[in-house]
């Protein structure tokens, strides 16, 4: 009795060096996902601390939240998008960094699409000036391409953990 | 992570505290009435930040346009016409736009300028006072 799940392990054993292979260069895959990713959120990060002053301008034209609560983001957000973007470098906090990230992406594509059915000229100030005359397409592209490497990385993560859990 | 990204952003909340106002986003001491900008007389200079085809269908009198689709191309324009001493007052369409909050900052961040104002209303405010 207890030998047939010896048997199938040796022979999933036997299957892993062609599954090993492809394994590896997924992993490095979703490694160089994370540090992209960190990169665009470091950057962007860095850009709205350096001149908050600004960011919550940015917050405050969505004419969503009261101007306190703007300054308050504007000040908070930054540092949150750069200590999640530590935390893929690192692998620290990884799942909850991915979390976070992921709901602020989606927070702010909601936030960009009500501002415009509301018609609202918004300038989303994601990467400061530079991101100033980019159009509404460009937007939501750019934060949707974001958003599914993202929830690329969860379930890839989930998925590992499933597997180890095994 | 969350409780993390508090520190930084408490130590930048004391570092900008005499730049950011926490009541609105404009400081008192930035805004002008339409009353106390017309007192101003001529030595002001009405700043449309409204998109061009706004301006062209009409602004107020002696006004220059500066707005940010056209920054670069504008600027230098409204530069041969301001002197030291000259007050700015930029509009854009009401109190809901952020148009003229906009310019009067890259006017004091980009081109050192202080006595730079933004109109209380903005445009709607300006019509409701002269027509």
Request: net charge neutral; aromatic share 12%; glycine share 6%.
């Amino acid at each position: 009795m207890n030998q047939i799940p010896h048997v199938e392990h040796r022979t999933s054993n036997i299957e892993l060096p062609s599954d090993v292979g492809s394994l590896g260069v997924w992993r490095v895959l979703l490694r160089i996902l994370d540090f992209v990713l960190a990169g665009i959120f470091i950057y962007a990060g860095a850009l709205k601390a350096i001149d908050p002053v600004q960011f919550a301008s940015d917050i405050d034209n969505y004419k969503i939240l009261p101007w306190p609560v703007s300054v308050a983001l504007a000040f908070y957000l930054p540092w949150l998008e750069i200590f999640c973007a530590l935390g893929l470098v690192f692998r620290f906090l990884y799942r909850g960094a991915l979390s976070i990230l992921s709901a602020s992406i989606v927070v702010f594509t909601l936030a960009t699409i009500a501002a415009k059915v509301r018609g609202l000229d918004i300038t989303c100030g994601c990467f400061g000036h530079a991101s100033q005359h980019w159009s509404f397409p460009a937007h939501l592209a750019t934060n949707l391409a974001i958003l599914v490497a993202l929830l690329t990385l969860f379930f890839a993560h989930a998925h590992k953990r499933g597997i180890r859990q095994l | 992570m969350a409780a993390l990204a508090l520190l930084p952003a408490a130590g930048e909340a004391i570092y900008f505290r005499d730049k950011i106002s926490w009541r609105s986003a404009i400081s008192p001491s930035e805004m002008v009435t339409v009353e106390q900008a017309r007192g101003w007389g001529d030595t002001a200079i009405w700043v449309d930040a409204r998109p061009d085809d706004e301006f062209a269908s009409d602004h107020v009198p002696g006004a220059i346009s500066l707005n940010e689709d056209r920054w670069n191309e504008l600027l230098p324009q409204f530069l041969a016409v301001w002197a030291p001493g000259k007050k700015i007052i930029v509009y854009c369409s009401s109190l809901s736009c952020n148009a003229s909050r906009e310019v009067a900052h890259r006017l004091r961040k980009e081109a050192q300028i202080s006595d730079v104002f933004v109109l209380e209303g903005g445009w709607e405010a300006w019509l409701k006072k002269n027509r």
